[in-house]
């Protein structure tokens, strides 16, 4: 059984910055790819980044590139999303997950198999 657990949500005021973590048990994290989705009230679950076992690899949605950074530290089984110039569309709560798939799209959110129970972003005007 693997739990993914997140932390570093709050509130911000629009311009500001937060960095969440998601720290993970098992001893395999490095073999899998990591993501970082959000919901927002209303809204359905949405990728935002994900990273590679290995560290390699990032990928964003276009809404965050420039400004989200995804990392990893295998040594600390921990995944990182440094959030820069926030807005109020940022406002979600945001989750990590765990891949298990190698198929190409990771975005694609069936491909993802454990998730953490979130961490509430706000970003106020």
């Known amino acids: 059984q693997v739990q993914l657990v997140e932390s570093g949500g709050g509130l911000v005021q629009a311009g500001g910055s937060l960095r969440l973590s998601c720290a993970a048990s098992?001893?395999?994290?490095?073999?899998?790819?990591m993501g970082w989705f959000r919901q927002a009230p209303g809204k359905g679950r949405e990728f935002v980044a994900g990273?590679?076992?290995?560290?390699?690899?990032?990928y964003y949605v276009d809404s965050v590139k420039g400004r989200f950074t995804i990392s990893r530290d295998n040594a600390k089984n921990t995944v990182y999303l440094q959030m820069n110039n926030l807005t109020p569309e940022d406002t979600a709560v945001y989750y990590c997950a765990r891949r298990n798939a190698v198929l190409p799209n990771v975005s694609w959110i069936g491909t993802y198999d454990y998730w953490g129970q979130g961490t509430q972003v706000t970003v106020s005007s």
């Open positions: 098992g001893r395999t994290f490095s073999s899998y790819t």
């Open positions: 990273i590679s076992g290995n560290g390699v690899n990032t």
